[in-house]
């Protein structure tokens, strides 16, 4: 399909720089897939919208502080570095992504501090290969949970670009860009639906009836990045790695054949469901890495209902939930969110989609 298809405009101002308080106040807006019919609610509402029975799914994977400030030192000269880590390679290497990338050479060495000025100890790493876009492979003095360590003391949040570029992480971002049920590390970005769940919001579900069911995708990079080719059939989709364990597997089986509804919440959990489910819709376990790329066409195999957050026009994520409920759909369903000042992105509100009838456009 083209790519301009899934263009849209949005004002600047749409863009939510921080997230509301509390988290569950955020808006949500339900799109009926079938219909096209739009409902304005608020997260508080999720339990009414959902029905005893349903099981909601969560990626419980967590953010690590992923980006690393420093000084790259050369004879006398030094340059300011700012590394965004992007995949772990082994237990002392990890890809990066790097600005400015044109002040690094193989072999040069970078001294990452908390401040960022190369003061105090620092966490030393070598450039060991140079790719393209800012690309760099990094060899770290230090290995394993050492390593690990290191980095969540001198590391901070590697908010989205579409944030970085506007202001500066803050302290309140360690908690703010981070779900309250993460646990397993390895995301280099959070999985941002599961940003508006709070204690109060999870026990209300408890009520409801309504199920948790955990599985894990290690978000990267790429989550972010438009398609910048013309065509969809020409994009090379980004890599990710997840795990369903089969307890799992067999309790959200057991929902669908009670006739609950599955819910993925986040476009991560859906591509992770989607990947492991086969083609008479029986969920497996799976471990292992993810390259799905849904764009309308697709038939979709599990998930019966999708909670996400708004996405960047010519995403991959804007494609995805097109192909769920349908591109004229969530073209209007953005539209009516731009026109009533719903907050787009990563800190901003969310949408509970239903699936088109035929799951196409």
Known sequence: ??????????????????????????????????????RDCTVTDLPDLLAPGDALVFNDTRVIPAELKGVRRRDSAEAAITANLTEKLDS?????????????QPGDRIAFTKDGAGEGEALLATVEEKGEGGAVTLAFEIEGKELAH??????????????ASRRPATIADLGDYQTIYAAKEGAVAAPTAGLHFTETLMQALDGRGVAR??????????????????????????????IIDRAT??????????????????????????????????????????????????????????????????????????????????KEAYAHAIEQGYRFYSYGDACLLSPAGTNQT
């Open 92 to 104: 002392r290497r990890w890809q990066a992504l790097v600005r400015p990338a044109k002040r690094l």
């Open 150 to 163: 290191a980095i969540a003391a001198t590391g901070q949040p590697p908010l989205p670009p579409y944030i």
């Open 249 to 330: 597997a067999d309790a959200l089986n057991e929902v669908k054949a009670r006739g609950g509804k599955v819910v993925a919440v986040g476009t991560t959990a859906m591509r992770l469901l989607e990947s492991a489910a086969d083609d008479e819709g029986v969920l497996h376990p799976f471990n292992g890495a993810t390259d799905i790329f849904i764009t309308p066409g697709y038939r979709f195999r599990y998930v019966d209902r999708l909670m996400t957050n708004f996405h960047l026009p010519r995403s991959t994520l804007f494609m995805l939930v097109s192909a769920f409920s349908g591109l004229e759909v969530m």
């Open 213 to 242: 069911h955990w599985l894990t995708l290690h978000v990267g990079p790429g989550t972010f990045l438009p398609v910048k080719v013309e065509d969809t059939k020409d994009h090379v989709m980004h890599s990710e790695t997840g």
């Open 1 to 38: 399909m083209r790519t301009d298809l899934f263009d849209f405009e949005l004002p600047e101002e749409r863009i939510a720089l921080r997230p509301v308080s509390p988290r569950d106040s955020a808006r949500l807006l339900a799109v009926d897939g079938a219909t096209g019919a739009l």
